[in-house]
């Protein structure tokens, strides 16, 4: 259904910070080893999840990452804002003036069940926080 795996990297990079909380700051390598992607993957993504105050960077020779606030007030719907598009469902391009009843009408009868879909994607994602998958790793 998602669109990326931005959004389940992003849960794992700040898990790697949730579970570092208190020990300073974490380096994109470190994230990125865990995550096996890139550096520069993870410094793009991040700064994603700086610009949501979900992260805080600091520079330098011992710098990196930190959670911004405590993983408790992190929800995974925080986390998925921050990263993914809105949308959920992309429609393709339809012409409400087109002849067939198909292409004229489709992306208004789908869209209410689609918003409601979101929605309840939303919700269900501010049940979780990012304390919540922290603490069940072991």
Same mark, same amino acid.
């Given at each position: 259904m998602l669109s990326s795996s931005r959004f389940i990297v992003a849960i794992h990079a700040l898990s790697v910070l949730?579970?570092?909380?208190?020990?300073?700051? $974490?380096? @994109?390598?470190?994230? =990125?080893? @865990? $995550?096996?992607?890139?550096?520069?993957?993870?410094?793009? &993504?991040m700064s994603e999840l700086e610009k949501a105050a979900l992260v805080a960077s600091t520079s330098g020779r011992s710098g990196g990452f930190s959670l911004a606030r405590p993983a408790p007030q992190i929800t995974l719907a925080d986390v998925y804002r921050a990263v993914e598009d809105? #949308? $959920?469902?992309?429609?393709?391009? &339809?012409?409400?003036? =087109?002849?067939?009843?198909? #292409?004229?009408?489709?992306?208004? $009868?789908?869209?209410?069940?689609?918003? =409601?879909?979101?929605? =309840?994607?939303?919700?269900? &994602?501010?049940?979780?926080? &990012?304390?919540?998958? @922290?603490? #069940?790793?072991?």
């Open positions: 949730a579970r570092n909380s208190g020990k300073g700051p $974490v380096c @994109s390598n470190m994230i =990125a080893q @865990s $995550v096996h992607t890139n550096p520069v993957v993870i410094r793009r &993504l809105e #949308a $959920v469902f992309r429609m393709h391009k &339809l012409d409400p003036e =087109a002849a067939c009843p198909v #292409a004229a009408q489709l992306s208004k $009868v789908l869209s209410p069940p689609l918003r =409601a879909a979101e929605s =309840a994607m939303t919700m269900s &994602l501010q049940l979780t926080t &990012l304390d919540d998958v @922290s603490q #069940a790793i072991h």
